[in-house]
């Protein structure tokens, strides 16, 4: 019976309880309760200023919680959550340091091999050498995304990281970010306020409205996941009228896992 | 865009200037426009040169010069390099000497010159006091700007990947600082040259500064304007020093 609690406990990797943050007498998140399992990909989308982005910093212990309890492997966060490794909208790589050298700022030198791996999974081993301003948008994120998984993180959270790059290269790095989440089964929270990338990369959508979740939705799709799907438009357009129109529903849109229609 | 310059014309353009004044200087000397009295030709100064170095003079002139000039700006400058990180850093550092260093500040420390003879008599500490105090406001206001300047996000994401203290220091904030602090070190070194010119020809016996005012007493104007030359020749190579760091450090930006 123990065992079993425990396995439960662990199976459990993230869970946030009444978890309220404000700034000032601005109000940011209200009580949110919330359960994550190892190895889940979960995308947060919302409007701009939901509040989506404070729940990632919270989660990464770069903010502290005013009321509740963010509880990581078990433990409540108190300080820098040392199981995880953010991923910034802006990249935050270091100009006055080469590729390489970015990529292993918090890390000891003799891990070198394993930063050129790295690299080397994102498709830029090449350009170890060179400096951050002679990289594309597109690079940049590549080697920030590298620079937080050469420390094999058990979470990863993104911020918008794909929100600055043009269509085809966010694509690109969607499919990248998946395959490594699927080698290496971390487990990976997503912001975003694109729904159709949350859609095609995450097992579930949550919607922040006004400081709270007002919707929590699996994705029941096979991956790799088409965007040609019907489903998958389906998916999409139901969150986005979510999002835009506010209608009072009481339950969940997509109800039942939709069936899949032959194409 | 501007158009590509190749290598030796690099070099040579930016003096064409002061060598066609130099030759038509020495031109007009020749043919009497410019009376000895008032200038001495080009070729004249260089004679002086080539005089008081084969008696070793100028060379002493010129050491202990650079030696006053180094040590201030050494002192000074760490000075305020280290006043400018604390201030940059904490908030009770700031809070505390902030207000007194911006007083300080705008008072002309060359103002100071009868105090210091006071206080230091006329040997070498009052020139290197001088500069010092003249050297250290620059570097003290741009190291303190550079890092406040430094961007929040880069050091919250050095934060996030457990940088802190020494290694957050020197991975994030230092760095993103150089750029100000070389502004500062360069900007500086201009004042340095003013203030021991000035420093030099109060009460002296060896250095530059002392050899024009020397040579005023006895009307040598070719010495006089010999020094003039060395101050512009050593303005020059400091800049030149500048240059170099600011292309080594800052290279990630070139």
Not at chain 1, 47 to 53: F, L, P, Q, R
Not at chain 2, 46 to 72: F, K, M, P, W
Request: glycine share 8%.
């Amino acid at each position: 019976m123990e065992q079993l609690e425990q396995q439960l406990k662990r199976k459990k990797h993230i869970s946030l309880q009444g978890v309220s943050k404000s700034f000032g007498d601005h109000m940011v998140l209200q009580e949110i309760d919330l359960e994550i399992e190892k190895g889940e990909f979960v995308a947060i989308v919302g409007k701009s200023g939901c509040g989506k982005s404070t729940l990632l910093r919270l989660i990464a212990g770069l903010e502290q919680v005013n009321k509740g309890t963010i509880i990581m492997n078990g433990e409540a966060l108190t300080q820098l959550n040392k199981y995880a490794r953010m991923m910034f909208q802006d990249g935050r790589l270091l100009p006055w340091k080469r590729v390489i050298d970015n990529i292993q700022i918090a890390l000891s030198k003799e891990k070198e091999v394993k930063a050129i791996e790295t690299l080397y999974h994102v498709g830029l081993a090449d350009r170890r050498h060179d400096w951050p301003r002679n990289l594309s948008g597109g690079q940049k994120q590549r080697v920030a995304l590298a620079r937080a998984l050469v420390h094999d993180p058990e979470l990863l959270l993104l911020d918008e990281p794909l929100g600055a790059l043009d269509a085809l290269t966010r694509i690109d790095m969607q499919e990248l970010i998946e395959a490594l989440w699927n080698d290496r089964g971390f487990t990976a929270i997503l912001v975003t306020h694109d729904v159709e990338e949350a859609v095609a990369i995450a097992d579930r959508v949550l919607l922040i409205e006004e400081g709270r979740i007002s919707l929590d939705q699996k994705i029941n799709l096979p991956r790799p996941r088409r965007r040609t799907q019907i489903e998958f438009s389906l998916y999409v357009e139901e969150i986005l009228a979510r999002i835009m129109n506010r209608k009072p529903y009481k339950e969940h849109i997509v109800k039942k896992p939709i069936q899949t229609v032959s194409v | 865009m501007m158009p590509r310059i190749k290598g030796s014309s690099k070099q040579l353009i930016p003096w064409l200037i002061p060598g066609l004044i130099l030759v038509g200087w020495q031109f007009l000397s020749w043919l009497g426009f410019i009376p000895q009295r008032i200038l001495p030709a080009p070729l004249e100064v260089l004679q002086a040169a080539i005089t008081l170095l084969s008696t070793g003079e100028l060379y002493e002139h010129i050491l202990v010069s650079l030696g006053r000039a180094l040590a201030g700006f050494l002192i000074g400058g760490s000075i305020g390099f280290l006043l400018g990180l604390f201030n940059g850093i904490s908030k009770y550092s700031e809070l505390l000497l902030d207000t007194s260093i911006q007083m300080l500040r705008n008072i002309p420390h060359l103002a100071l010159i009868p105090l210091v003879i006071l206080w230091f008599g006329i040997d070498e500490t009052s020139k290197i006091f001088l500069v010092a105090l003249g050297v250290l406001f620059p570097i003290y206001i741009n190291t303190y700007h550079g890092i406040r300047s430094v961007d929040r996000d880069l050091i919250e994401m050095g934060r996030a990947y457990g940088l802190k203290g020494k290694s957050l220091f020197f991975t994030v904030i230092l760095p993103g600082a150089m750029s100000s602090i070389l502004v500062g070190v360069r900007f500086s070194l201009g004042v340095m040259w003013l203030t021991l010119i000035v420093a030099e020809t109060i009460s002296t016996h060896v250095g530059i500064g002392y050899m024009a005012m020397n040579a005023r007493e006895f009307m040598q104007m070719d010495v006089i304007v010999l020094s003039i030359v060395l101050y512009a020749l050593f303005g020059k190579l400091s800049d030149i020093i500048a240059k170099y760091f600011e292309g080594r450090l800052l290279k990630w930006n070139n």
